[in-house]
């Protein structure tokens, strides 16, 4: 719709940088009478608000920009250890610059995600984190277009979208990988995450080249396809472990999986390390609390968190500036939950 088409007092800050061609950024500058404002850009601004009613009520002041600055943060549900810990991170960080929170749960569903991030742009929130975001290609070239502060968080290995935050899944894997095969074990069972998520992918080409780099052939009865939640990783044990010949260890996508794995050891009888060995990724809280405590990738959750929201900060003081996808490390932690096959525990 054109803008000249907006009731009086209806139109937002976009409806205006679409009127003066100018960035949404720009508009919220003049709205708070900031400087780095070109005289000529502020007199079209201004003409546009005229031309179109805008009215800039306090609410609207402090969504674009004002003393109550409000970030947007889109996320598929909660529950898990690891959204926890990635929220602990931005909560953290939005409190130390004195920003109000907005959450919005997709529970992953594709189209209501579109739908949140249409509203969150007109003029809800300052800026947007995504969060494991499943259809981004549907909106992400329109964030780009209106210059639209937004930080991706663990979303790597599929677009070439800038601006993300993640860790090295690819490498995470291989190493765990490494580290089962080191132990002797050739059966690796794997559970793989949501492969339309980037981080699941990388994570499965990890675990396939470690296999391929020590001569271990691919076998796809291995492979168990998941979605990172427990009784996923639940079910992907119960049918691994009834192979005809069944691994001597399990690799999962996430540790909320490999719980449900742990768990389907037992129903099936075996002991956690002397049966079967079972790794996990992300090293939530609950890996060290569990029995026995579970051997893990750790992500740096909590810093992925922080420094998404940094980067988000930075773009709303600056939507001009040039932000770079960061790649943090990760790190095995070895714990209880994996042993050499055959090796049977001093009792």
């Known amino acids: 719709m054109d803008g000249r088409d907006s009731a009086p007092g209806t139109a937002t800050i976009f409806d205006v940088a679409r009127e003066a061609g100018v960035s949404y950024g720009t508009v919220s500058r003049v709205l708070n009478n900031r400087d780095h404002v070109k005289p000529e850009t502020r007199e079209a601004v201004l003409n546009a608000m005229a031309r179109l009613g805008f009215v800039a009520n306090q609410q609207a002041r402090s969504l674009a920009g004002g003393p109550s600055q409000v970030i947007g943060l889109l996320v598929q549900g909660f529950g898990s250890g690891y959204m926890g810990e990635i929220l602990r991170g931005v909560d953290a960080e939005l409190e130390a610059a004195s920003y109000d929170l907005m959450l919005y749960t997709t ?23 995504l969060l494991l975001p499943r259809n981004s290609p549907a909106y992400l070239d329109s964030l780009l277009a209106q210059q639209f ?39 690796i069972g794997f559970v793989t995450g949501a492969l339309e998520l980037g981080c699941a992918v990388d994570r499965l080409a990890g675990y396939r080249q470690a296999l391929a780099d020590c001569d271990i052939p691919y076998d796809e ?9 427990q009784p996923t990783g639940f079910a992907a044990g119960r049918a691994l472990l009834t192979l005809p010949e069944p691994p001597t260890a399990i690799f999962s996508s996430n540790d909320d999986m490999a719980f449900g794995v742990m768990e389907a ?27 026995p405590p579970l051997t893990t990738v750790r992500q740096p959750l909590e810093h992925m968190g922080r420094l998404a929201t940094r980067m988000l900060l930075q773009l709303i003081a600056d939507p001009l500036i040039q932000i770079e996808r960061v790649s943090l490390p990760t790190e095995l932690v070895v714990r209880q939950s994996c042993r050499s096959p055959g090796q049977a525990s001093p009792r």
Do not use: C
Request: avoid cysteine; hydrophobic fraction near 40%; aromatic fraction near 10%.
């Open 107 to 129: 529970h992953r569903r594709k189209l209501k995600e579109a739908a949140y991030v249409s509203a969150i742009t007109r003029g809800m929130a300052d800026g947007l984190l």
């Open 149 to 187: 502060p937004y930080v991706l968080i663990d979303h790597q290995g599929i677009g070439d979208y800038q601006r993300s935050v993640g860790a090295t899944n690819w490498q995470g894997a291989y190493d765990a990988t490494r580290f089962l095969i080191e132990l002797g074990h050739r059966r």
């Open 221 to 229: 009865a291995l492979i168990y396809s998941g979605d990172f939640h």
């Open 265 to 291: 050891a037992r129903d099936h009888g075996l002991r956690i390390p002397d049966d079967l060995s079972v790794v996990g990724f992300d090293d939530v809280p609950q890996a060290s609390l569990v029995h």
